[in-house]
């Protein structure tokens, strides 16, 4: 998580101090958050993904995405998503490029 923290703080390009401020949060905690000391409580963790809009399993290092995956509409979109997740990372590509392939078919 620590280092989640760091790249997203500098890419706000906020410091620490800022941070503390706007959440509320004291300086030397995110400090401890950021080199890995400390972990932050549940209710910290929310905060700071929705301070930098991301989802608590993006800082947490679980997912690489951002923001959080919409929800399924339909049992067929939900059995695809978790087919597509169980996929290796490389056949996750081929399968994008697949599907945008037939999307620019649809168009023409």
Same mark, same amino acid.
């Given at each position: 998580?620590?280092?989640?923290?760091?790249?997203?703080?500098?890419?706000?390009?906020?410091?620490?101090?800022?941070?503390?401020?706007?959440?509320?949060?004291?300086?030397?905690?995110?400090?401890?958050?950021?080199?890995?000391?400390?972990?932050?409580?549940?209710? !910290?963790?929310?905060? $700071?993904?929705?301070?930098?809009?991301?989802? @608590?399993? =993006? *800082? #947490?290092? %679980? &997912?690489? !995405?951002?923001?959080? $995956?919409?929800?399924?509409?339909?049992?067929? @979109?939900? =059995? *695809? #998503?978790? %087919? &597509?997740?169980?996929?290796?990372?490389?056949?996750?590509?081929?399968?994008?490029?697949?599907?945008?392939? #037939?999307?620019?078919?649809?168009?023409?």
């Amino acid at each position: 998580m620590q280092k989640r923290l760091y790249e997203l703080r500098k890419a706000k390009n906020v410091t620490q101090q800022r941070m503390s401020i706007d959440l509320g949060i004291d300086q030397t905690s995110i400090s401890s958050y950021e080199c890995g000391k400390y972990f932050p409580t549940v209710e !910290v963790l929310i905060k $700071l993904a929705e301070y930098f809009g991301v989802s @608590t399993d =993006y *800082l #947490l290092e %679980l &997912f690489d !995405v951002k923001t959080p $995956l919409k929800t399924a509409s339909n049992d067929q @979109t939900a =059995y *695809l #998503l978790s %087919l &597509f997740e169980s996929l290796p990372r490389n056949h996750k590509e081929r399968v994008i490029g697949y599907v945008e392939a #037939l999307r620019g078919q649809q168009i023409e």
